[in-house]
Nanobody, 120 residues
């Protein structure tokens, strides 16, 4: 069984910064791609950023230049550094990781979500 524990969410003023973390644990053989999604009230979940196991990244146009995704493979952890935050960034942020467990085929696993609120 895989556990994905998110942290770092909270309340921040417009223009502020926040850093989200998502740490995977369990009988992990390999963590492949890791991604951040977000979902605002009344809206569908959308991809914010992704990173491959070799470090290639991609971002939604709405966050490009403001957010940075990174990973620490030794810690099975993905980060999302969020700068110049805007009220429209307010959402629940979820991490998604494709993980191969010992003795199991690869599969997708979701974190529990962490609330980010950008408001003055």
């Amino acid at each position: 069984q895989v556990q994905l524990v998110e942290s770092g969410g909270g309340l921040v003023q417009p223009g502020g910064s926040l850093r989200l973390s998502c740490a995977a644990s369990g009988s992990i053989l390999m963590v492949n791609a890791m991604n951040w999604y977000r979902q605002a009230p009344g809206k569908e979940r959308e991809l914010v950023a992704g990173i491959t196991n070799v470090g290639s990244t991609n971002y939604a146009d709405s966050v490009k230049g403001r957010f940075t995704i990174s990973r620490d493979n030794a810690k099975n952890t993905v980060y999302l550094q969020m700068n110049s935050l805007k009220p429209e960034d307010t959402a629940v942020y979820y991490c998604l990781a494709n993980i191969r467990l010992w003795g199991r085929a690869p599969g997708d696993y979701w974190g529990q979500g962490t609330q980010v609120t950008v408001s003055s």
